[in-house]
């Protein structure tokens, strides 16, 4: 999809600004006036913009300013979702978790109002995440559908629309979000249908990116989802996975993971070339997209920035070599 | 048949309780909340929501639980916390404790919110854990899975008696990963119920979940508990087959309503479920609970699903 080799990319969020985060909690207790979550949504996304063109990131995203999380966030646009309340996730953390309730139809856009809103700030190519649809039913309530296989598919269909809409706005790239499918490995053929479904008739370079759970148990059958690119987290897991890859002729590009998003500790532009060279081991060069791990939401701003950084110089480094 | 109707443990905390506690540990749990003003106000609306819907038996919510396990390890010696994992196929995660020295009871465990929520209501028993914890755990210091599980087993012991010391006199030992234990596992989880149970003066309820309980069939039999928790809605025909071919003095406490969809069954079909249940116990005694704790559920679904079992046997 990219001209040049070794493009870098994010993977979706970036830290918010304090100021941002300040003021979401104000607009929760009702105590702004109208328009301004509107824009400062707007200047944050200016801001991660500005971030990733001083980084020297090649295919930008808008830092997700907007979402919270990546379930409730679509399923409220949704009809057939609804949402009772929130659901622990682990210590003091919780989700609005959906409930599906009836027939799931697509009511209105997702994400095609964030694409034509960054279009308008940057001149860079850009990346559209959204969850995919095994994950979001893997992560609500099914009251609806007879067996959670018939409602995965059903907001495949959803989905399949909204990158359809993605596309007709000008996006040439799209990434499936799909985290869950690593911990249910013995649903794999479910996912992949959902993935073909949600892909069918998408002109556009499709990414799948799966974070977390054991590689070795999805490959090679991830092989055989219906896109163009798998993006996988590497650095977190020290590189063990590639020996995996190797083991089959890997036939996608990859996203290549070589920044660890769960640690402060700032990679040398020295240490991310030797992880990026380790993707040679599995594709050529010219297969290899390279990103961070994950999300970078979790990290301090100045962190990101630098890991960020660090990336996209190893990366400009390397390619000057080969 | 007398149906006496149960929680299994956990309840989703109530929503300006929830806010509190993130207020007073932040997002990440380090310190555990303490048995206070709020929590005392958080466990009577729970207690209060267990009596409108009609449960004989109740619990007190568990609300101060991080998760089924790290709570219990907080307060004993040998345990520290580590990375997050999943909780069986749930969409929830715990952070594994690690065995790094030996396990021992310092302090009480559970025995002051208990003792808390009892100011408030006589009708609660109070959950422990023993076999799960030590399989969801990982052992740094041991190197002999046995001696670390009965060791975690003479600390339960020790926390038993202190509760019934407080007046309990009904007590559930939760243990889903039995479900997934081999033999050996099972025999070895007998033997650490044996240590947890001795010379205790309470009746105990083995709880187990998410699955069928092929597993422990047929040696649960034996294990000194009066009470054996199955998961009929996971494990229906499974469960239905085992307590056919092996009848048992044990009171059955059988999870008839799913605790983890906010999908509300028809209590007709919860009806047949639990006639089909009744036909193949002896005794004149039937515990009836959801499969599984609450917390899986928003708030206001946790009272909803209570009221789907109270109704069934109305």
Known sequence: MSDRILPTTVVGSYPKPEWLNYLIRECSEGSLPDGVMESAYFDSIKAVVKDHELAGVDILWDGEMRREEMTSYFAEHIDGFTIYGDVRVWGNNYYRKPSIVDELSYRDELTVSDYRNLRGLTEHDIKVPITGPYTIVDWSFNEYYRTKEDAVYALAEVINQELKALVKAGASFIQI?????????????????????????????????????????????ILDFSVD?????????????????????????????????????????DEIKENIRKAFEIVEPKKVYVDPDCGLKLLSSQTAFQKLSNMCAAARELRGEL | ???????????????????????????????????DESYIKAVEEVLGEQRKAGIDLLTDGQLLWQNMLCHLCDNLEGFMLSGLIRYFDNNMYYQMPEAVGKVERKNSVIVDEYRAACSLEKNIKPVLSCYSLVDLSRDRFYGDEKEFLMDVAEAMNQEAKALTGAGASIIQVDEPSLLYADKEGVEVAGEA??????????SFILATYFRDAKAIYPEVLDYPVNVLGLDFV??????LRLIEEHPTG?????????????????????????????????????????????????????????????????
Not at chain 1, 180 to 202: L, P, Q
Not at chain 2, 275 to 285: F, K, R
């Open chain 1, 177 to 221: 979000d799909d985290p869950a499918i690593s911990t249910h490995v013995d649903e794999i053929e479910t996912a992949r249908n959902s993935v073909e479904i949600a892909t069918r008739g998408v002109k556009a370079y499709t990414g799948l990116h799966i974070c977390y759970g054991d590689y070795s148990k999805l490959y090679p059958q």
């Open chain 2, 234 to 239: 996971e494990g229906f025909q499974e469960n």
């Open chain 1, 229 to 269: 690119q798998l993006d996988f987290e590497l650095a977190n897991k020290s590189f063990q996975d590639i020996a995996i890859f190797r083991e089959h002729d890997f036939t996608k590009d990859i996203g290549f993971g070589c920044v660890d998003v769960h640690t402060g500790r700032i990679e040398s532009v």
């Open chain 2, 1 to 35: 048949m007398n149906y006496t109707l149960s929680t299994i443990g956990s309840y989703p905390r109530p929503e300006w309780f929830r806010d509190y506690l993130r207020k007073q540990e932040g997002l990440q749990k380090d310190s555990r909340g303490v048995v």
């Open chain 2, 250 to 314: 044990k009171i059955i406490q059988a999870g008839v309503v799913d605790g983890r969809t906010t999908r509300m069954e028809q209590p007709s079909g919860v009806r047949e479920v639990i006639d089909s249940i009744t036909e193949l116990v002896s005794g004149e005694e039937l515990f009836l609970s959801p499969n599984t704790g609450l917390e899986y559920l928003p708030y206001v679904k946790a009272s909803e699903k209570m009221g789907v079992l109270s109704a069934s046997v109305d």
């Open chain 2, 193 to 202: 119920l044996e240590v947890l149970t001795k010379g205790v003066d309470a």
